[in-house]
């Protein structure tokens, strides 16, 4: 008899799984609606090139945090701005014990950036919750939408969130003009008691993040969803060949020591070696500079950097040995010599979370979308947000694999697809997670 009586148990607890599981996958967000948000944003600093100039802490970009505020408040949010400016919305859950699922990005753009970057996540957040609403579905957990505070002049609101900005930070000038403390005062924070904005891990159940993929990989794929693995971590590296300065008519080749023959094959050789390793490993040579810098005088000195990014932390700096030998080898090569600084580091790797990855990956495809795993090779607010809780990361095609443009562009059905499958994400980690 008890074993029927645990059949019977086991069997209604599948169906009501399966039901409950069923009905959350006939929510929708409304496509048409998200696309309006975006739009309406969008108008928030537009300049006549077509453009967006809203940087962090400028007019704009106050302007569209009041748009974001009203829109959260007609949600019946509990809505705040912390001392770090960061915009949050708290929706209560069944269970207060739990703690909070949050999800979010930013509104703020680089100078003349697209209308996509930031805002796609943050309006879809908004939808998220708006279609929770109007779908009467109560989650468990606390929900959090999170928009942060100046992403692009360096994550400042979710280093705030993680206790990793410093005082020193706050005296750096941003793209406004204002400095971070001015601009943070400006977007009523307070950066007196910006310690005061730091949680302790584990403050958040998990955080999930929706973004333009800002590469071409999934529009090349033809392939839907992007399931981020983690954001690379990124070293920099300053390589000064030295040579000797002469003049560029009456010195002989033969008897010359010209730092920029070394400095051109080490160029080609990042590219070579950084290519042979597998992986999505990338190597930059983004600035070169040679000295005195006449073109009739053979350089006495030449300076490059080289950037690594990679979700490894070892293959890099197994890369960067390779490199650094090269280096010698071409400087002896030429009767010259090299020296190395390493410069610090612009950001640790911040690998998502594996079991969020198949939840965002199981959401996709009973969505019936199709799903990619990357890395993320520029920097988001939940590579800090990572210091406090498991991540996950949902990209969407960006056309051309362009961002930080005006031609910056995703379609309002990669939008709406990649918002359903942060719904549907939000939903079984409701589910899954204690």
Known sequence: MRHVFSTIFCICLLTLFSGANANSQTIRVNQERLAGL?????????????????????????????FVIKKMTELGLDVSVDFAGNIIGKKFGTNPNLKPIAFGSHIDEVPNGGDYDGPVGSMSSIEVVQTLLEN?????????????????????????????????????????GLTQAEGIKAVDGNPDRIPEVKKEKGAYAAFLEFHIEQGGNLEREGVQIGVVEGIVAIEWWQFTFKGFANH?????????????????????????IVKSYEGAQVGTVGKIEAFPGAGNVIPGEVSLNLELRDLSSEKIWNIYNVLAAKAQEFAEASGTEVSIAHQEVASKPALANPAIQKVIEQSARELGLSTMYLPSGAGHDAQ?????????????????GISHSPEEYSSPENIANGANVLLQTILRLDKELP
């Open 38 to 66: 975006i739009q309406e944003l969008s108008t928030y600093g537009k300049n006549a090139a077509g453009g967006s100039d809203r940087v962090a802490y400028s007019v704009h970009d106050i302007a569209a945090r009041k």
């Open 136 to 176: 009467k579905t109560v989650t468990q957990h606390p929900l959090e939408i999170i928009i942060f505070t100046n992403e692009e002049g360096g994550v400042v609101g979710s280093r705030a969130l993680a206790g990793q900005l410093s005082p020193e930070a706050l005296l750096t000038k941003s793209s406004s």
């Open 248 to 272: 560029a008519g009456t010195t002989p080749m033969n008897m010359r020591k010209d730092p920029m023959l070394p400095a051109a094959r080490f160029i080609l050789a990042v590219n070579e």
């Open 384 to 400: 800090e947000m990572a210091r406090l809780a498991p991540i996950g990361m949902i990209f969407i095609p960006s056309r051309g």
